[in-house]
């Protein structure tokens, strides 16, 4: 009877033992880090591999290093230029001090997400729409470093933002088309005067050469003939010659009597 006493007593004590071991013992991936309270107080960060904690005595709470992703729901702006639109974004992040991020802060993930949504809306709501559209890069990076430089209290950094969908109504879809189509006429128009002013240029430079040497005149007029001439039309041409053209534009000079030549 003590025998069966005594091995019920070895057999509590090894289980003690082993609780006892097993709750000392913590074994931390190669991304993961311990931060250890002893009696309540910080003592220190370890990790990765083995960790050997003093049971009752000490705590360790897991942190994870690696990024996350954090998708920030749709948010309703209204632009510099009073247009209301709904924008999506999605941040990139990563603890780089588990102390911090551990002491400053409950719940690092919800003091991200919702610092990103009141700095979307800020950010967003200080620019035109046209900016949105068309500079996302930029205001990427400038919502980038005001979430960085925020968070960078918490032990956390923010490596990348970037805006998913800016969502716009119909109505504003419409206006915004008519816009696109009337800035289209506008720089067709721009391009045709100016195809007219080289034009123009370009012709008043023959001109100015041709008016140097009649002759080339002559043959130019040639060339003309030769090219309508090579044409299948039924074009009858009669040549004109340059000559006479000449003659007949200068008028003889008369008198009218009181010595004036007219």
Request: charged letters at 25%.
């Amino acid at each position: 009877m003590d025998m069966f006493a005594d091995l019920a007593f070895y057999l509590v004590a090894i289980v003690i033992a082993v609780a006892i071991l097993a709750s000392a013992v913590k074994i931390l991936r190669e991304y993961e880090r311990g931060v250890v309270f002893t009696l309540g107080r910080f003592t220190g960060v370890k990790g990765p591999g083995l960790i050997l904690l003093i049971p009752y005595v000490q705590q360790m709470i897991r942190v994870d290093l690696r990024t996350r992703v954090l998708d920030v729901p749709s948010q309703d702006v209204i632009s510099h230029d009073n247009v209301s639109v709904r924008v999506s974004a999605v941040i990139y992040f990563r603890v780089i001090d588990p102390e911090k991020s551990t002491i400053q802060v409950e719940d690092f993930m919800m003091a991200t997400s919702q610092l990103a949504q009141t700095t979307l809306r800020s950010v967003l709501g200080k620019h035109d729409l046209d900016e949105m559209l068309a500079e996302r890069d930029r205001l990427n990076s400038y919502i980038q470093e005001i979430l960085d430089s925020q968070t960078d209290a918490w032990g956390i950094k923010v490596a990348t933002v970037e805006i998913k969908h800016v969502d716009i109504n119909e109505s504003m879809i419409r206006a915004i088309a008519r816009q696109a189509e009337a800035e289209r006429e506008r720089r067709a128009k721009v391009i045709n005067a100016e195809g007219e002013q080289q034009a123009a240029a370009k012709l008043l430079e023959a001109a100015e050469i041709l008016a140097k040497q009649p002759e080339a005149m002559q043959l130019r007029y040639l060339s003309t003939l030769n090219v309508i001439a090579s044409e299948k039309t039924s074009t009858i041409l009669f040549p004109f010659p340059m000559e006479l053209g000449n003659l007949i534009a200068i008028k003889p000079k008369r008198s009218n009597g009181t010595g004036v030549d007219v």
